[in-house]
Protein backbone atom coordinates (compact mmCIF):
# COMPACT_ATOMS: atom_id res chain seq x y z
CA UNK A 1 0.00 0.00 0.00
CA UNK A 2 1.14 3.49 -1.25
CA UNK A 3 2.27 5.59 2.28
CA UNK A 4 -0.03 8.79 2.62
CA UNK A 5 1.71 12.15 1.68
CA UNK A 6 1.12 14.34 4.69
CA UNK A 7 -0.09 17.61 4.72
CA UNK A 8 3.06 19.09 6.89
CA UNK A 9 6.40 16.88 7.81
CA UNK A 10 8.00 18.46 10.47
CA UNK A 11 11.96 19.00 10.20
CA UNK A 12 14.05 16.69 12.82
CA UNK A 13 17.69 17.02 13.98
CA UNK A 14 19.89 13.96 13.41
CA UNK A 15 20.83 11.84 17.14
CA UNK A 16 24.13 13.21 16.37
CA UNK A 17 23.49 16.72 15.81
CA UNK A 18 21.39 16.79 19.58
CA UNK A 19 23.70 14.80 21.36
CA UNK A 20 26.18 17.82 22.38
CA UNK A 21 23.07 19.72 23.24
CA UNK A 22 21.08 16.87 25.13
CA UNK A 23 24.50 16.05 27.14
CA UNK A 24 24.48 19.42 27.82
CA UNK A 25 21.15 19.73 29.11
CA UNK A 26 21.06 16.57 31.04
CA UNK A 27 24.74 17.56 32.70
CA UNK A 28 23.61 20.81 34.13
CA UNK A 29 20.05 19.63 35.52
CA UNK A 30 18.41 23.04 34.24
CA UNK A 31 15.53 21.66 32.20
CA UNK A 32 13.28 24.71 32.21
CA UNK A 33 12.17 28.12 34.22
CA UNK A 34 14.87 30.21 31.67
CA UNK A 35 17.30 28.25 31.15
CA UNK A 36 20.74 29.17 29.24
CA UNK A 37 19.13 27.72 25.59
CA UNK A 38 16.31 29.33 25.82
CA UNK A 39 18.10 32.67 26.67
CA UNK A 40 20.13 31.63 23.92
CA UNK A 41 17.15 31.20 21.33
CA UNK A 42 15.11 34.23 22.37
CA UNK A 43 18.76 36.15 21.96
CA UNK A 44 18.90 35.15 18.36
CA UNK A 45 15.88 35.88 17.38
CA UNK A 46 15.64 39.07 18.98
CA UNK A 47 19.04 40.25 16.56
CA UNK A 48 17.36 38.42 14.23
CA UNK A 49 14.13 40.43 14.20
CA UNK A 50 15.95 43.77 15.73
CA UNK A 51 13.04 43.37 18.30
CA UNK A 52 13.38 45.36 21.95
CA UNK A 53 12.52 41.99 23.30
CA UNK A 54 11.83 38.43 22.01
CA UNK A 55 9.95 36.33 25.21
CA UNK A 56 9.66 32.49 24.16
CA UNK A 57 6.88 31.07 25.55
CA UNK A 58 5.46 26.53 25.41
CA UNK A 59 3.39 27.45 22.30
CA UNK A 60 2.20 30.10 20.13
CA UNK A 61 -1.60 30.37 21.38
CA UNK A 62 -0.64 31.59 25.09
CA UNK A 63 2.29 34.15 23.07
CA UNK A 64 -0.86 35.54 21.73
CA UNK A 65 -2.61 35.26 24.49
CA UNK A 66 -0.17 37.29 26.98
CA UNK A 67 -0.11 39.63 23.66
CA UNK A 68 -3.61 40.22 24.30
CA UNK A 69 -3.52 40.68 28.55
CA UNK A 70 -1.06 43.24 28.15
CA UNK A 71 -3.53 45.04 26.39
CA UNK A 72 -6.25 47.32 28.32
CA UNK A 73 -9.86 45.70 28.41
CA UNK A 74 -11.92 46.59 25.24
CA UNK A 75 -13.01 45.79 21.34
CA UNK A 76 -9.79 44.30 19.31
CA UNK A 77 -10.86 44.02 15.45
CA UNK A 78 -9.60 41.04 13.76
CA UNK A 79 -10.20 39.03 10.21
CA UNK A 80 -12.60 36.53 10.22
CA UNK A 81 -10.76 34.53 8.14
CA UNK A 82 -7.59 32.74 11.02
CA UNK A 83 -7.38 29.80 12.87
CA UNK A 84 -9.89 29.61 16.04
CA UNK A 85 -6.47 30.00 18.36
CA UNK A 86 -6.53 34.38 17.14
CA UNK A 87 -10.25 34.73 18.68
CA UNK A 88 -10.04 32.67 21.39
CA UNK A 89 -6.89 34.66 22.48
CA UNK A 90 -8.85 37.93 22.56
CA UNK A 91 -11.84 36.76 24.62
CA UNK A 92 -9.51 34.68 27.18
CA UNK A 93 -8.10 37.99 28.11
CA UNK A 94 -11.34 39.36 28.35
CA UNK A 95 -11.96 41.76 25.05
CA UNK A 96 -14.70 41.40 22.67
CA UNK A 97 -13.43 40.81 19.37
CA UNK A 98 -14.67 42.50 16.25
CA UNK A 99 -14.88 40.67 13.23
CA UNK A 100 -14.21 42.22 9.99
CA UNK A 101 -13.31 40.81 6.12
CA UNK A 102 -10.31 40.07 4.07
CA UNK A 103 -8.86 40.84 0.97
CA UNK A 104 -9.56 38.07 -1.38
CA UNK A 105 -6.38 38.33 -2.68
CA UNK A 106 -3.73 38.27 -0.13
CA UNK A 107 -6.33 36.71 2.37
CA UNK A 108 -4.79 39.14 4.98
CA UNK A 109 -7.24 41.83 6.62
CA UNK A 110 -9.36 44.39 4.84
CA UNK A 111 -8.25 47.42 5.84
CA UNK A 112 -10.96 49.57 4.63
CA UNK A 113 -13.61 46.98 6.42
CA UNK A 114 -11.61 47.38 9.18
CA UNK A 115 -11.73 51.00 9.78
CA UNK A 116 -15.97 51.05 9.75
CA UNK A 117 -15.53 48.59 12.89
CA UNK A 118 -13.56 50.97 15.13
CA UNK A 119 -15.45 52.32 18.23
CA UNK A 120 -14.83 54.55 20.96
CA UNK A 121 -14.10 51.50 22.83
CA UNK A 122 -11.42 49.58 19.74
CA UNK A 123 -8.47 49.32 21.87
CA UNK A 124 -6.22 47.18 19.06
CA UNK A 125 -6.27 45.93 15.67
CA UNK A 126 -4.82 42.12 15.10
CA UNK A 127 -3.91 41.77 12.03
CA UNK A 128 -3.34 38.23 10.40
CA UNK A 129 -0.16 37.74 8.21
CA UNK A 130 -2.29 34.33 6.91
CA UNK A 131 0.39 31.55 5.14
CA UNK A 132 2.97 34.36 5.57
CA UNK A 133 1.57 37.05 3.17
CA UNK A 134 2.05 40.18 4.80
CA UNK A 135 -0.57 42.31 5.65
CA UNK A 136 -1.34 45.51 4.06
CA UNK A 137 0.93 47.42 6.78
CA UNK A 138 1.24 50.90 5.40
CA UNK A 139 -2.32 51.44 5.80
CA UNK A 140 -2.64 49.65 8.81
CA UNK A 141 0.00 51.77 10.38
CA UNK A 142 -1.88 55.02 8.83
CA UNK A 143 -5.43 53.63 10.80
CA UNK A 144 -3.88 52.62 14.13
CA UNK A 145 -1.61 55.72 14.10
CA UNK A 146 -4.58 58.00 13.23
CA UNK A 147 -6.75 56.62 15.96
CA UNK A 148 -4.32 55.95 18.28
CA UNK A 149 -4.46 52.34 18.76
CA UNK A 150 -1.91 49.69 18.95
CA UNK A 151 -1.22 47.29 15.82
CA UNK A 152 -0.56 43.96 16.65
CA UNK A 153 0.19 40.59 14.38
CA UNK A 154 -0.61 37.46 14.55
CA UNK A 155 2.31 35.92 12.70
CA UNK A 156 2.11 32.04 13.50
CA UNK A 157 2.41 31.74 9.74
CA UNK A 158 5.40 34.15 8.70
CA UNK A 159 8.72 33.56 10.08
CA UNK A 160 10.90 33.96 7.07
CA UNK A 161 9.07 36.41 5.66
CA UNK A 162 9.94 39.57 4.76
CA UNK A 163 8.45 43.31 3.45
CA UNK A 164 10.85 46.25 2.08
CA UNK A 165 13.78 44.03 3.08
CA UNK A 166 12.92 43.90 6.94
CA UNK A 167 11.78 40.51 8.48
CA UNK A 168 7.44 40.96 8.68
CA UNK A 169 8.14 40.24 11.94
CA UNK A 170 9.61 43.32 12.65
CA UNK A 171 5.77 45.77 12.28
CA UNK A 172 3.56 46.50 14.29
CA UNK A 173 3.69 46.95 17.83
CA UNK A 174 4.37 43.64 18.28
CA UNK A 175 4.23 40.22 16.47
CA UNK A 176 3.69 36.62 17.28
CA UNK A 177 4.86 33.67 16.40
CA UNK A 178 3.93 29.69 16.15
CA UNK A 179 6.91 27.63 16.84
CA UNK A 180 4.49 24.45 16.23
CA UNK A 181 6.23 21.10 14.61
CA UNK A 182 3.94 22.27 11.66
CA UNK A 183 5.84 25.84 11.27
CA UNK A 184 8.32 26.34 8.67
CA UNK A 185 10.61 26.87 11.61
CA UNK A 186 9.78 25.04 14.96
CA UNK A 187 10.60 23.96 18.79
CA UNK A 188 8.26 20.91 18.96
CA UNK A 189 5.94 22.99 20.49
CA UNK A 190 6.56 26.78 21.17
CA UNK A 191 6.27 30.45 20.07
CA UNK A 192 7.75 33.53 20.37
CA UNK A 193 6.65 37.33 20.62
CA UNK A 194 8.73 40.05 18.61
CA UNK A 195 7.81 43.20 20.58
CA UNK A 196 8.89 45.83 18.49
CA UNK A 197 7.71 49.37 20.55
CA UNK A 198 7.81 50.65 24.26
CA UNK A 199 3.74 50.51 23.22
CA UNK A 200 4.13 46.87 24.37
CA UNK A 201 4.57 46.47 28.55
CA UNK A 202 7.23 43.82 27.71
CA UNK A 203 7.71 43.38 31.55
CA UNK A 204 4.09 41.98 32.17
CA UNK A 205 4.60 39.80 29.05
CA UNK A 206 7.59 38.41 30.44
CA UNK A 207 5.72 37.82 33.70
CA UNK A 208 2.94 36.70 32.43
CA UNK A 209 4.81 33.66 31.12
CA UNK A 210 5.60 32.69 35.05
CA UNK A 211 2.85 32.92 36.97
CA UNK A 212 2.94 37.20 36.75
CA UNK A 213 5.39 36.93 39.38
CA UNK A 214 7.43 40.13 40.18
CA UNK A 215 11.75 39.01 40.55
CA UNK A 216 10.41 38.79 44.47
CA UNK A 217 8.15 36.09 43.68
CA UNK A 218 5.20 38.02 44.11
CA UNK A 219 2.28 37.76 41.90
CA UNK A 220 1.67 41.27 40.81
CA UNK A 221 -0.34 41.12 37.48
CA UNK A 222 -1.81 38.29 35.24
CA UNK A 223 -0.04 35.26 34.70
CA UNK A 224 0.04 31.88 33.23
CA UNK A 225 2.41 28.99 33.07
CA UNK A 226 4.06 29.46 29.54
CA UNK A 227 7.71 28.64 29.54
CA UNK A 228 9.68 27.26 26.97
CA UNK A 229 11.83 24.26 27.88
CA UNK A 230 15.28 23.77 27.09
CA UNK A 231 14.59 20.89 25.63
CA UNK A 232 12.13 22.61 22.97
CA UNK A 233 14.69 25.73 23.04
CA UNK A 234 17.42 22.89 21.98
CA UNK A 235 15.34 21.97 18.58
CA UNK A 236 14.88 25.74 17.69
CA UNK A 237 18.46 26.55 17.72
CA UNK A 238 19.15 23.59 15.68
CA UNK A 239 16.67 24.39 13.36
CA UNK A 240 17.59 28.19 13.33
CA UNK A 241 21.09 26.86 11.79
CA UNK A 242 19.21 25.20 8.68
CA UNK A 243 15.99 26.93 8.37
CA UNK A 244 17.28 28.64 4.95
CA UNK A 245 17.41 25.32 3.56
CA UNK A 246 13.99 25.12 4.69
CA UNK A 247 12.98 28.16 3.19
CA UNK A 248 14.63 27.30 -0.43
CA UNK A 249 12.80 23.96 -0.30
CA UNK A 250 9.51 25.53 -0.14
CA UNK A 251 10.43 27.64 -2.34
CA UNK A 252 11.00 25.48 -4.95
CA UNK A 253 7.95 23.21 -3.75
CA UNK A 254 6.01 26.48 -4.42
CA UNK A 255 7.43 27.13 -7.92
CA UNK A 256 6.65 23.66 -8.68
CA UNK A 257 2.87 23.73 -7.87
CA UNK A 258 2.74 27.16 -9.85
CA UNK A 259 3.99 25.74 -12.65
CA UNK A 260 1.71 22.73 -12.79
CA UNK A 261 -1.29 23.50 -11.74
CA UNK A 262 -2.15 27.28 -13.08
CA UNK A 263 -3.99 26.02 -16.52
CA UNK A 264 -6.62 23.79 -14.52
CA UNK A 265 -9.84 25.48 -14.96
CA UNK A 266 -11.98 26.21 -12.02
CA UNK A 267 -8.50 26.40 -9.77
CA UNK A 268 -7.21 29.23 -8.69
CA UNK A 269 -3.80 29.54 -7.76
CA UNK A 270 -3.31 33.16 -5.41
CA UNK A 271 -0.50 35.56 -7.20
CA UNK A 272 2.86 35.30 -5.73
CA UNK A 273 4.37 37.44 -3.70
CA UNK A 274 7.44 39.16 -2.57
CA UNK A 275 8.69 38.47 0.72
CA UNK A 276 6.36 35.38 1.52
CA UNK A 277 8.06 32.04 3.37
CA UNK A 278 6.14 29.56 1.35
CA UNK A 279 4.83 28.45 4.80
CA UNK A 280 1.12 27.15 2.98
CA UNK A 281 0.26 26.66 -0.78
CA UNK A 282 -3.27 27.34 -0.87
CA UNK A 283 -5.52 27.22 -3.87
CA UNK A 284 -9.15 28.11 -4.14
CA UNK A 285 -11.58 25.51 -5.91
CA UNK A 286 -14.23 26.51 -7.80
CA UNK A 287 -13.84 29.77 -6.09
CA UNK A 288 -16.99 32.09 -6.28
CA UNK A 289 -19.38 28.67 -7.45
CA UNK A 290 -22.53 28.93 -5.04
CA UNK A 291 -21.24 24.85 -5.29
CA UNK A 292 -17.55 25.59 -4.02
CA UNK A 293 -18.00 23.89 -0.52
CA UNK A 294 -19.80 20.86 -1.75
CA UNK A 295 -16.88 20.70 -4.53
CA UNK A 296 -14.11 21.29 -1.80
CA UNK A 297 -15.23 18.76 0.09
CA UNK A 298 -15.10 16.00 -3.12
CA UNK A 299 -11.72 17.37 -3.87
CA UNK A 300 -10.18 16.79 -0.48
CA UNK A 301 -11.86 13.17 -0.68
CA UNK A 302 -10.69 12.45 -4.27
CA UNK A 303 -6.96 13.59 -3.05
CA UNK A 304 -7.51 11.14 0.50
CA UNK A 305 -8.23 8.44 -1.59
CA UNK A 306 -5.50 8.95 -3.90
CA UNK A 307 -3.44 9.22 -0.75
CA UNK A 308 -2.71 12.91 -0.30
CA UNK A 309 -3.77 14.83 2.77
CA UNK A 310 -4.29 18.35 2.21
CA UNK A 311 -6.43 20.42 4.58
CA UNK A 312 -9.59 23.20 4.65
CA UNK A 313 -7.34 26.11 6.43
CA UNK A 314 -9.46 27.77 7.78
CA UNK A 315 -12.84 26.61 7.78
CA UNK A 316 -15.08 27.77 8.66
CA UNK A 317 -14.60 31.33 9.20
CA UNK A 318 -14.41 32.50 12.66
CA UNK A 319 -18.07 34.29 12.26
CA UNK A 320 -20.01 31.85 11.14
CA UNK A 321 -18.31 29.22 14.01
CA UNK A 322 -20.49 27.66 17.33
CA UNK A 323 -18.25 29.24 19.66
CA UNK A 324 -17.68 32.74 18.09
CA UNK A 325 -20.56 33.27 15.76
CA UNK A 326 -22.45 35.21 19.11
CA UNK A 327 -19.75 37.93 17.94
CA UNK A 328 -20.76 38.12 14.04
CA UNK A 329 -23.64 40.30 14.75
CA UNK A 330 -25.33 38.78 12.18
CA UNK A 331 -23.19 40.27 9.72
CA UNK A 332 -21.51 38.29 6.81
CA UNK A 333 -18.09 38.53 5.67
CA UNK A 334 -18.11 37.58 2.08
CA UNK A 335 -14.62 37.16 1.08
CA UNK A 336 -13.93 35.46 4.29
CA UNK A 337 -16.60 32.99 3.63
CA UNK A 338 -15.77 32.21 -0.25
CA UNK A 339 -12.21 31.85 0.23
CA UNK A 340 -13.15 29.68 3.17
CA UNK A 341 -15.51 27.70 1.26
CA UNK A 342 -13.30 27.14 -1.11
CA UNK A 343 -9.25 26.83 0.00
CA UNK A 344 -7.48 23.72 0.20
CA UNK A 345 -3.54 23.32 1.56
CA UNK A 346 -1.45 21.32 -0.13
CA UNK A 347 1.55 19.19 1.25
CA UNK A 348 4.75 21.98 1.57
CA UNK A 349 7.87 21.00 3.38
CA UNK A 350 11.82 20.10 2.45
CA UNK A 351 11.44 16.24 2.74
CA UNK A 352 8.40 16.67 -0.09
CA UNK A 353 10.47 14.14 -3.30
CA UNK A 354 10.10 14.73 -6.96
CA UNK A 355 7.54 11.70 -6.98
CA UNK A 356 5.44 12.65 -4.54
CA UNK A 357 4.90 16.29 -6.11
CA UNK A 358 4.55 14.41 -8.86
CA UNK A 359 1.58 12.27 -7.37
CA UNK A 360 0.53 15.19 -6.13
CA UNK A 361 -0.03 17.34 -8.88
CA UNK A 362 -1.90 14.03 -11.09
CA UNK A 363 -4.27 13.67 -7.58
CA UNK A 364 -5.43 17.40 -7.73
CA UNK A 365 -5.42 17.14 -11.93
CA UNK A 366 -7.87 14.05 -12.41
CA UNK A 367 -9.34 15.06 -9.25
CA UNK A 368 -10.50 18.32 -10.29
CA UNK A 369 -11.43 16.81 -13.98
CA UNK A 370 -13.86 14.20 -11.32
CA UNK A 371 -15.62 17.02 -9.04
CA UNK A 372 -16.05 18.99 -11.86
CA UNK A 373 -18.25 16.35 -13.78
CA UNK A 374 -19.88 15.49 -11.01
N1 LIG B 1 -2.69 31.67 14.96
C1 LIG B 1 -2.77 31.06 13.78
C2 LIG B 1 -3.13 31.85 12.56
C3 LIG B 1 -2.48 29.67 13.67
O1 LIG B 1 -2.57 29.06 12.47
C4 LIG B 1 -2.12 28.96 14.84
C5 LIG B 1 -1.86 27.53 14.78
C6 LIG B 1 -2.03 29.66 16.07
C7 LIG B 1 -2.35 31.02 16.09
C8 LIG B 1 -1.65 28.99 17.36
O2 LIG B 1 -0.28 28.60 17.39
P1 LIG B 1 0.15 27.27 18.26
O3 LIG B 1 -0.44 27.40 19.63
O4 LIG B 1 -0.35 26.03 17.54
O5 LIG B 1 1.67 27.34 18.27
C9 LIG B 1 -2.26 22.72 13.15
C10 LIG B 1 -1.36 23.21 14.29
O6 LIG B 1 -1.51 22.47 15.49
C11 LIG B 1 -1.48 24.66 14.61
O7 LIG B 1 -0.22 25.07 15.13
C12 LIG B 1 -1.80 25.51 13.38
N2 LIG B 1 -1.96 26.90 13.67
C13 LIG B 1 -3.04 25.00 12.70
C14 LIG B 1 -3.42 25.82 11.47
O8 LIG B 1 -2.78 23.67 12.27
P2 LIG B 1 -3.75 20.58 12.90
O9 LIG B 1 -4.76 20.09 13.87
O10 LIG B 1 -4.20 20.83 11.51
O11 LIG B 1 -2.45 19.63 12.85
P3 LIG B 1 -2.39 18.05 12.62
O12 LIG B 1 -2.02 17.38 13.91
O13 LIG B 1 -3.61 17.56 11.94
O14 LIG B 1 -1.16 17.92 11.66
C15 LIG B 1 -1.17 18.42 10.34
C16 LIG B 1 -0.21 17.59 9.50
O15 LIG B 1 1.10 17.57 10.04
C17 LIG B 1 -0.59 16.15 9.35
O16 LIG B 1 -0.33 15.87 8.00
C18 LIG B 1 0.36 15.37 10.24
C19 LIG B 1 1.60 16.24 10.25
N3 LIG B 1 2.33 16.24 11.52
C20 LIG B 1 1.81 16.93 12.58
C21 LIG B 1 2.46 16.96 13.78
C22 LIG B 1 1.89 17.72 14.95
C23 LIG B 1 3.52 15.56 11.62
O17 LIG B 1 3.98 14.94 10.65
N4 LIG B 1 4.18 15.57 12.83
C24 LIG B 1 3.71 16.25 13.92
O18 LIG B 1 4.36 16.24 14.99
O19 LIG B 1 -3.28 21.93 13.61
Redesign the pocket.
Known sequence: MKNMI?????WAPTIDDMLPSLEAILKSKHFTNFGPKERELSDQLCNMFGSKKFPLFS??????EAMMQALPKGEVIVPSF??A??VHAIIQAGHKPVFCDIDPNSFCIDVSDANKKITSQTKAILG?H?YGTPCDIENLQDTCKQHNLTLLF?G??CFGSYYKSKPLGSYGDGC?F??????IFHT????GISINTNRMDSDFIDRYRNFGLSSEGEAISNGSNAKMSEFHAMFGLLGLDRFQEELEARSKISNFYRDHLNDIKELKIPNKILGQNHSYFPILVHYKDPLAFKKRKELLHYLKNQNV?A?P??WPAMHQTKAFQIFSNHQSFPNSEEVSNSVICL?IYSGLTQQELESIDKAVRDGMVVISNN
Open positions: LMARPNGHLALTFSTVVDAHMSFHATKVEGGMRYFP
